[in-house]
């Protein structure tokens, strides 16, 4: 479980991230976010976020997304805090509409989508992701 917050000044938030496997049998877990947040005028909101997330094989997540229209691969992650060779993301890209006029930066007729697990949770599941696709 992950839980925090800051209450330095007017201001406020505390956070809680509850991770559980309602199904030990199959791939997928639960996770709900709760954020309790004080405004400067001592009002407070809470916030909750449900989650289905998973553990699927590279082979599932690029089927998942050709089942979603992608021309999907998988490509390295460079970060300067991780060792080379050690983690990769999920690039997909998926032809235009024909006829929409509009072109990507490339000259190609493709619009470029780095997927995030989030965006993908909305594209195959319609849940709401908690990062969206960056379209370039």
């Not at 201001?11 to 199959?26: M, S």
């Not at 009002?43 to 229209?69: I, M, P, Q, S, Y």
């Not at 997909?92 to 509009?102: I, L, M, N």
Request: net charge negative; aromatic share 10%; glycine share 10%.
């Amino acid at each position: 479980m992950l839980r925090g917050g800051s209450d330095e000044g007017r201001r406020g938030l505390r956070y809680v991230e509850w991770t559980w496997d309602p199904d030990p049998t199959d791939n997928t877990y639960v996770v709900d976010y709760a954020f309790l947040m004080r405004d400067a005028d001592g009002a407070v909101h809470v916030e909750h976020d449900r989650h289905l997330e998973g553990l699927f094989t590279r082979e599932d997540w690029l089927r998942l997304l050709a089942n979603a229209g992608f021309q999907a691969r998988c490509v390295p992650f460079e970060h300067s805090e991780l060792e080379p060779g050690s983690h990769e993301v999920f690039v997909g890209t998926k032809p235009s509409s024909q006829g929409s006029g509009r072109t990507s930066s490339s000259n190609s007729n493709e619009t470029r989508c780095w997927l995030a697990v989030g965006a993908l949770q909305r594209l195959l599941f319609g849940q709401r992701p908690w990062i969206d696709v960056n379209v370039h």
